[in-house]
């Protein structure tokens, strides 16, 4: 799947350089922004399969773009990484509940980035993915265009969001570790973070329940993981 387009907002210059080389490198097309104003401009104009945002930047910071990004519907569905000198929960959790897809912890490895890279992208663009929409309630799961309505209304859901509603609605009834989702959704190891699995199920929950406080479609089982209520018609 070489040649998909990826913008790279960071404001040092050596960084972005870095990133650039290795992913033109590996097929890659590579566009760069140095502030947040630009890289948004950039991403509004000139659609992008996925989005290395750095966290601090001179104008406004890293979780204000991704923000602003994840506001409009031309760049909600766009995947992105985020890059982070600060690694303290917080800074990781934030980002997540913003919508970012993944974070990379500064300093990192190209490699790891690398991976990380063309593990979104594989999810994202699957050139075998089933032509077929999966009906529950008043949810409507397009698995071609990676597209989720409620009542007919689109929402705007990250990718790792739908790979999650995606997964637990074609396995309805099964439960799944939180273990067994970061393993199937993120493909590497992730530490042992089993929190990052909790902020996606409460985005997803707040996007595709009525009431997330009493979920009818993702249920929590204590003390082991979720699953998609197989009850919901």
Known sequence: MAGEKILIIDDEAHIVELIKYNLESNGYKAYTSYNGSDGLKSAEENPVDLIILDLMLPDMDGLEVCKALKRKDETASIPIIMLTAKSSEFDKILGLELGADDYVTKPFSV???????????????????????????????????????????????????????????????????REMLLESIWGYDYCGDTRTVDVHIRHLRQKIEDDDNNPKYIETIRGIGYRFSDTCK
């Open 111 to 177: 490699r790891e980035l690398m991976a990380r890279v063309k593990v979104i992208l594989r999810r994202s663009f699957q050139d075998n993915v089933e032509s077929k929409t999966i009906s529950i309630g008043d949810l409507k799961i397009d698995l071609a265009k990676y597209q989720v309505s409620k009542n007919g209304k689109k929402l705007g859901l990250t990718l790792k969001e739908f790979e999650l509603l995606r997964l637990m609605s074609s396995n309805r009834g099964k439960v799944f570790t």
